[in-house]
């Protein structure tokens, strides 16, 4: 069954994306159309980003968004080119973004996805030419078709997600995404103008000894993060922090180690969004073997209560998950 072998690497997204779909006997195309529309978006973004030396698009826009941020001109421009690549896709009728307030209502109202999009992570890093990225998150809408989404379509738990990845530009641009089947991961070609596959079926290391978090703000972690904390030291692993979501994500995710963001005495739920940051997250980490915890419970399995929620989270290799867990039950 020719349907059923591993494409090579060096296939085209776009081939992969359809040769999946075939995978898939009822599968209408749409979810294949929508994820085409976001790598079109990031190859836009992608080369604002590598002009943004050249062009008056680094540095603030004078303006904060509803998480009381200043905006960079990009997180501005990232959010228009995705929300109108969805928009012009016509399979999603409903968008969440880290940039505004409310929902977005496409018009798309046969539009049978709501996308949840982080479209410039990592913003503080523009101007001085470090790794950002785009997180993003589909679900299926539960409200009939024929009208725009609803908050319940936008406040699913990250279990049901049916789609979600990461566009990481760095040193080169990946896409990295799932749809419940493994992770893959293409790189871009600029010349080319494509993505190829790059990185097949990937599986995080269960464990590792690298340890990312803003340290800075460690005295004000609950005794049980700066027990879990103390530990990596004591264990010799190495600090990595970049302080760009997606940048650290991705290299523990191929090299093994835990990212953590935990409740601070400036953030009292953690930094991290859980529509748009720790969910699509979770779900590649724990398709690649690893762990994603809020300290407590999986995050997958919250239950939004708001579009732009914060939560507490402990995400990586499975053995270090747990025993982040571990020591936080113990200190309860
Ligand atoms: P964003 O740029 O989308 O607002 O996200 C910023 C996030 C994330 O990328 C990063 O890991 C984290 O903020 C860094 O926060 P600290 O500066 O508090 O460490
Ligand atoms: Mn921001
Ligand atoms: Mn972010
Ligand atoms: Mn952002």
């Known amino acids: 069954d020719h349907n059923k072998l591993a494409l090579p690497v060096g296939a085209t997204l776009d081939r992969f994306i359809m040769r999946k779909q075939e995978d898939f006997p009822y599968a209408t195309g749409e979810l294949s159309q929508l994820l085409r529309d976001i790598a079109l978006a990031a190859k836009i973004v992608n080369r604002e980003i590598n002009r943004s030396g050249l062009i008056d698009i680094a540095g603030a826009y004078g303006n904060q968004n509803v998480q009381g941020e200043d905006q960079q001109k990009l997180d501005v421009v990232a959010n228009i080119r995705f929300i109108r690549a969805l928009r012009n896709g016509g399979e999603v009728c409903t968008i969440i973004s880290e940039e505004d307030e409310e929902m977005i209502q496409t018009g798309n109202l046969q539009g049978k996805y709501v996308v949840a999009i982080d479209p410039l992570d990592g913003s503080s890093n523009i101007d001085v030419n470090v790794s950002i990225g785009t997180i993003f998150s589909i679900y299926r809408r539960m409200s009939p078709t024929g009208r725009d989404g609803t908050a319940a379509d936008c406040l699913q738990p990250?279990?049901?997600?049916?789609?979600?990845?990461y566009v990481i530009y760095g040193s080169s641009t990946m896409m990295v995404y799932t749809t419940g089947n493994g992770v893959n991961g293409f790189t871009y070609e600029p010349s080319l103008g494509e993505f190829f596959l790059s990185h097949p079926d990937i599986q995080t290391p269960t464990t590792g000894t690298v340890y990312s978090v803003n340290e800075g703000s460690s005295a004000t972690f609950e005794p049980a993060v700066g027990a879990y904390l103390q530990q990596c030291k004591e264990q010799g692993f190495s600090a990595r922090y970049i302080g760009s979501l997606v940048a650290d994500f991705h290299r523990n995710l191929l090299k093994g180690g835990i990212y953590f963001y935990p409740a601070t005495t400036k953030s009292p739920n953690g930094k991290l969004r859980l529509m748009y940051e720790c969910n699509p997250l979770a779900f590649i980490v724990e398709?690649?073997?690893?762990?994603?915890?809020?300290?407590t419970r999986r995050t997958m399995e919250i239950e939004p209560q708001a579009l732009h929620e914060r939560c507490p989270v402990f995400i990586g290799s499975k053995d270090l998950v747990e025993e982040a867990e571990r020591l936080i039950a113990q200190h309860a």
């Open 287 to 295: 398709q690649a073997g690893g762990k994603s915890s809020s300290g």
């Open 158 to 165: 990250g279990t049901h997600q049916v789609a979600a990845g």
